[in-house]
């Protein structure tokens, strides 16, 4: 294995870690949450048991740093494996909504006061300070966003490798970066800023599903085979767990809306929590299986020019 490993080309080491990378951050997620929960004050430091609403609501607690960063880590993680195939076409989409989920916190729903604004039950709303966060973090997103097209689209043309698959992320993202400055700056948008995005009105939760419900598509196309010449195919067993990922997550998605529409039905079981968890898993088994697949790649052929695609 020691031999193997080091015999291992640069590009084929840096997609494996890479993809254990993602793994790691779904892990360091899940323990804040942990953390979190059983800590009720750390000044002094004082342990019990409080679950939070779910992982998103992580920004209001002292974890927050680890939260953003963690999605922020990421998104640049599922740029860097970023290819021609299908799948990471898929995974660049991903990339360009996970930023969001961390810069647009979760609402809070409870009868305290936000700023000099009730929030009453039923209404969700976010502390005054952080609609600053926020709306800061979707500018400097927006002049990122707009910086990568026009680099990648300069490096595409400089190095003659036209690439449909870019093309098409450069304007999802470029729409999507629109979509969330228009909804944070424009005037007849943004009075009830970030809960004006229809139909789902929270702008954290559609980026939310958005996210996961692109990704549920990547294991789907993982289930038929090898997207590439010269990639490691699946195993059955691999391909039989990549269809159960797919339709596990796209069943927990469902819940998750249904929690969220009807969550004072829940009471104060964490039915969001579970189901974030639960999709997060999901995602971080997808990972631990691509790695095992793929290990052995030598050059992961996604990356390999195509000179010959048309412009």
């Known amino acids: 294995m020691a031999a193997a490993d080091s ?3 640069t590009p084929q080491k840096t997609h494996r870690y890479l993809r254990l990378s993602l793994v790691l ?36 607690t002292a974890g927050r740093d680890i939260f953003v960063g963690a999605l922020l ?27 969001l989920i961390a810069i647009v916190p979760t609402g809070l729903a409870d009868t305290r006061a936000v700023g000099h604004i009730p929030c009453p039950i039923m209404v969700e709303c976010i502390p005054a300070e952080d609609i600053g966060t926020a709306k800061a973090g979707i500018a400097v997103y927006a002049v990122v966003v707009v910086a990568v097209v026009i680099t990648m689209a300069v490096i595409r043309h400089r190095t003659r490798t036209p690439n449909r698959s870019a093309r098409l992320v450069s304007i999802i993202a470029l729409v999507t970066a629109a979509v969330v400055v228009a909804l944070a700056f424009w005037p007849a948008l943004n009075e009830n800023f970030p809960f004006n995005f229809w139909p789902v009105a929270s702008i954290h939760f559609a980026v939310t599903l958005l996210f996961f419900g692109v990704f549920a598509a990547v294991p789907i196309l993982y289930a038929g085979g090898p997207l590439e010449p010269g990639e490691t195919p699946p195993t059955p067993r691999q391909r039989s767990i990549y269809r159960w990922i797919a339709g596990l997550l796209v069943v927990d998605l469902l819940l998750l809306v249904v929690a969220l529409l009807f969550r004072q039905a829940f009471g104060e079981t964490p039915v969001v929590l579970i189901g974030e968890a639960v999709a997060l898993i999901l995602f971080a088994t997808f990972w631990c299986v691509q790695t095992l697949q793929r290990w052995d790649d030598p050059n992961p052929p996604s990356i390999v020019a195509r000179r010959s695609l048309p412009a």
């Open 7 to 9: 015999l291992a080309t």
């Open 25 to 60: 951050i779904v892990f360091t997620l899940i323990v804040s949450v942990v953390v979190q929960s059983i800590v009720v004050t750390w000044e002094p430091l004082i342990f019990g048991w409080h679950p939070l609403a779910s992982i998103s609501h992580t920004f209001y």
């Open 73 to 99: 880590a990421a998104s640049v993680v599922l740029l860097a494996l970023s290819g021609r195939s299908r799948a990471t076409t898929l995974l660049d989409v991903c990339a360009v909504f996970a930023p």
